[in-house]
Nanobody, 113 residues
Framework: QVPLVESGGGLVQAGGSLRLSCASTTSINVINWYRQAPGKQREWVASISGSSSTDYADSVKGRFTISRDNTKNTVYLQMNSLKSEDTAVYYC??????????WGQGTQVSVSS
C-alpha cells in the first residue's frame, strides 16, 4: 500500500491560482497528477520523477508547475491562470515496483468564469 493524500483544492475565479499537495508517508519515485471532469475520462496532467524531471500535458504547459519536497514526501501542483476547463477532481497517482496503481482520494478544483 502506498497512501496518498491530496489537499489544496477549492473554488477560484478564472485567472486565479491554487496549489495542490500530494502527501505520502513513504518516499516515492514518480508521482503523477491526473484530473477528471464531470462526464469525462480521467486525463493525465503532469508527472515528476525522483530526480525532479517534469512533464506536462499540452493543455496545462506554461500554467501549471509540478514540484516536490522529498524531506516532506510531498509533491505540489502549482496551478496559475486557471480556466473554467480546469474544473475537475484532481488525483495524484503512483505505481509500485510491480506497476500497481495507487490513487489518492482526490481534491475538487472549481474555476468560475
Amino acid at each position: 500500500q502506498v497512501p496518498l493524500v491530496e489537499s489544496g483544492g477549492g473554488l477560484v475565479q478564472a485567472g486565479g491560482s491554487l496549489r495542490l499537495s500530494c502527501a505520502s508517508t513513504t518516499s516515492i519515485n514518480v508521482i503523477n497528477w491526473y484530473r477528471q471532469a464531470p462526464g469525462k475520462q480521467r486525463e493525465w496532467v503532469a508527472s515528476i520523477s525522483g530526480s525532479s524531471s517534469t512533464d506536462y500535458a499540452d493543455s496545462v504547459k506554461g500554467r501549471f508547475t509540478i514540484s516536490r519536497d522529498n524531506t516532506k514526501n510531498t509533491v505540489y501542483l502549482q496551478m496559475n491562470s486557471l480556466k473554467s476547463e480546469d474544473t475537475a477532481v484532481y488525483y495524484c497517482n503512483t505505481k509500485d515496483a510491480w506497476y500497481r496503481d495507487y490513487w489518492g482520494q482526490g481534491t475538487q478544483v472549481s474555476v468560475s468564469s
